[in-house]
């Protein structure tokens, strides 16, 4: 049997994107990229405001916008596929939750819409329910003798 330290280690860029995402997103980031804004800015006078100040500037911010978009949305990949992860643990060891939901984000828009009517179903059975505590299953919805409508 595997335990935890069997686990993969993270590759490098994965581990990279991490940490410029967290780093990126901190006060101490924030306060560079001021300063830099702030040093540019007071260095205008100095060339002249020449064309070549103004290309280096567009260049150096476009180069790090471009990769910053990959770094972001590859942390961000991770993030999303944790929680993911993780609720879909919570519905499988839920004893009353469908297990239809798991991994619920593979399937299509409409067919998420689909359920999404169940569910608005199911929230006007329990605001009729005399008990409020009362459960309900989307396996309920099966028993409609007709389609929920979509409003």
């Given at each position: ?6 686990l993969?280690?993270?590759?490098f860029f994965?581990?990279?994107a991490?940490?410029?995402s967290?780093f ?10 001021i ?6 800015g007071?260095?205008?006078p100095?060339f002249h405001?020449?064309?070549l100040?103004?290309t280096i500037?567009?260049?150096?911010t476009?180069i790090i916008t471009?990769?910053m ?5 590859k942390a961000?990949?991770?993030d999303?596929?944790?929680i993911q992860l ?8 839920n004893e ?17 819409k689909v359920?999404?009517?169940?569910y608005?179903h199911l929230s006007?059975?329990t605001?009729n329910e005399e008990?409020?505590l009362q ?6 919805t099966?028993n409609l003798?007709e389609?929920?409508?979509e409003?």
């Amino acid at each position: 049997m595997k335990n935890e330290t069997d686990l993969p280690k993270a590759g490098f860029f994965e581990r990279l994107a991490q940490l410029v995402s967290k780093f990126t997103g901190s006060t101490p980031a924030v306060i560079i990229a001021i300063l830099f804004v702030t040093v540019w800015g007071f260095t205008g006078p100095l060339f002249h405001y020449s064309d070549l100040w103004k290309t280096i500037l567009s260049t150096v911010t476009t180069i790090i916008t471009f990769l910053m978009v990959f770094v972001i949305q590859k942390a961000q990949n991770k993030d999303s596929l944790a929680i993911q992860l993780k609720l879909d643990e919570l519905i499988a060891a839920n004893e009353f939750a469908s297990n239809r939901l798991v991994n619920v984000e593979e399937i299509t828009e409409e067919e998420m819409k689909v359920i999404k009517k169940y569910y608005l179903h199911l929230s006007k059975l329990t605001k009729n329910e005399e008990n409020p505590l009362q459960s309900h299953s989307i396996a309920e919805t099966n028993n409609l003798t007709e389609p929920v409508k979509e409003k």
